[in-house]
């Protein structure tokens, strides 16, 4: 099946640690997304990455950090920085970068700081 | 600049009876539009989209959007709701600023009841 696939699907953390959530899609596609959703509101980017080895900052790229060695992994690290880490966080990619195309979204990660 | 208002953030109907859910956009260009549904605790799934083809468009399960300029609106709508139709719905405008960027309404949830 092809698809975008997160892990872990649940995830805790403490106070001064990072961590780093992962996403893997089978699409070859060329773009992917991070974004947030916190309660009542809509998704807001973090970063984004259009080619390997090349990634964007979004709206709110403060306290993450991305990489995309490869071109079907798109992990995101949540550092101590980020203030307000909890939040359903949704990894999406689309087939091709800097055109109007449809994004598919994976499952996503809760993240809750204990 | 682009945006997107969700007119309602609830939406209740009972089973069988027609859905509504209303959107408004505003955009400097010609609009991309989507609709995405997300159950609880999922991810996002794609119900249909408006490229600038026909102002109709027809998405999964039943759901159709029609495209108003005049109105700068898109709703969605679907004449008999289900049971499983119960979700949360997110209208979104999709324009070109060196990659494709997504601006979501805050969403509406929609609730089906026997």
């Known amino acids: 099946d092809g698809g975008i696939t997160q892990s872990p699907k649940y995830l805790f953390r403490k106070e001064g640690q990072n961590v780093t959530l992962s996403c893997e899609q089978n699409?070859?596609?060329?773009?992917m997304y991070w974004y947030r959703q916190d309660p009542g509101q809509g998704l807001r980017l973090i970063y984004y990455?259009?080619?390997?080895?090349?990634?964007q900052k979004g709206d709110i790229a403060e306290g993450y950090s991305v990489s995309r060695e490869k071109k079907e992994s798109f992990p995101l690290t949540v550092t101590s920085a980020q203030k307000n880490p909890t939040a359903f966080y949704l990894c999406a990619s689309s087939g091709l970068a800097g055109v109007t195309d449809t994004q598919y979204f994976g499952p996503g990660t809760r993240l809750t700081v204990l | 600049a682009q945006s997107v208002t969700q007119l309602d953030s609830h939406v209740s109907v009972s089973e069988g009876t027609p859905v509504l859910l209303r959107c408004n956009y505003s955009s400097s260009y010609s609009p991309s539009l989507f609709w995405y549904v997300q159950h609880p605790n999922k991810g996002l799934q794609l119900l249909l989209k408006y490229t600038s083809a026909a102002t109709l468009v027809k998405g999964i399960n039943g759901f159709e959007a029609e495209f108003k300029k005049s109105e700068t609106s898109f709703h969605l709508t679907k004449p008999s709701a289900h049971m499983s139709d119960a979700a949360e719905y997110f209208c979104v405008v999709s324009f070109i600023t060196g990659f494709q960027k997504l601006v979501f309404g805050t969403g509406t949830r929609l609730l089906v009841s026997p």
């Open positions: 699409l070859n596609h060329d773009a």
């Open positions: 990455s259009q080619i390997v080895n090349d990634f």
